[in-house]
């Protein structure tokens, strides 16, 4: 009988030792990872992905982790602005009747491009004039093994779909708007209406939300 409990003492104490082993490993290399930068989908993302219509995504890497901060936040504010300003292109094409508007060239009235439809280019300055009223929602930091920082962070327009809308159909009443006759003055205050009713419907929809 005292073989045996010595045999079985000795068990105990050899399964002891490597579970103590075995959690010594885990938890280093635990510590290891949370170190890395590595990360499939941060929190950033994933807020930005559930209202891609009203939040922005970017990130940014820097020795200072402010810096690397307010580049991040530049980079979610331009990519907020890219996807808007793709709807805002759609919208406008959606909107114009092909018809051409009289417009000025600082000598007579001559008639020349249809002013409904926007580049590219002038519908990203629309968004980024519209998305002025917006706000950091999360921040996401990770320090590489370099030392360097690197900042993933989510920003949200702080304003319902409705009131986004309204402010590019502002900026494209505007943009329409600087060359437009007189005579045609009547028919850009229709297409400006009839513009922010179509961006907000595509902003709502693609946002999941209701309007």
Do not use: W
Request: glycine share 8%; proline share 0%; charged share 25%.
């Amino acid at each position: 009988m005292k073989l045996r409990n010595i045999l079985i003492a000795a068990v105990g104490a050899l399964l002891a030792v490597s579970t103590l082993s075995s959690c010594g490993k885990k938890t280093a290399t635990s510590a290891m990872l949370s170190n890395e930068r590595e990360v499939t989908k941060t929190k950033s993302l994933q807020l930005a992905e559930q209202k891609p219509m009203l939040r922005g995504y970017g990130e940014g890497t820097h020795n200072s982790q402010s810096f690397a901060r307010t580049y991040a936040e530049g980079q979610a504010r331009a990519e907020l602005a890219r996807k808007l300003g793709a709807q805002i292109v759609t919208a406008s094409e959606q909107t114009t009747d092909g018809a051409q508007i009289s417009h000025s060239d600082l000598t007579d009235q001559s008639m020349g491009e249809d002013e409904g439809v926007l580049s590219n280019a002038k519908a990203e300055q629309i968004a980024s004039g519209a998305i002025k009223n917006t706000a950091v929602i999360n921040t996401d930091v990770f320090q590489r093994k370099d030392g360097k920082y690197h900042v993933y962070v989510c920003i949200e327009y702080m304003a319902s779909i409705g009131d986004l809308a309204k402010d590019i159909a502002n900026g494209y009443k505007k943009q329409i708007g600087q060359q437009v006759s007189d005579e045609d003055r009547a028919k850009m205050e229709v297409r400006a209406e009839e513009f922010r009713k179509r961006i907000e419907e595509r902003l709502a929809k693609l946002n999941g939300s209701t309007f």
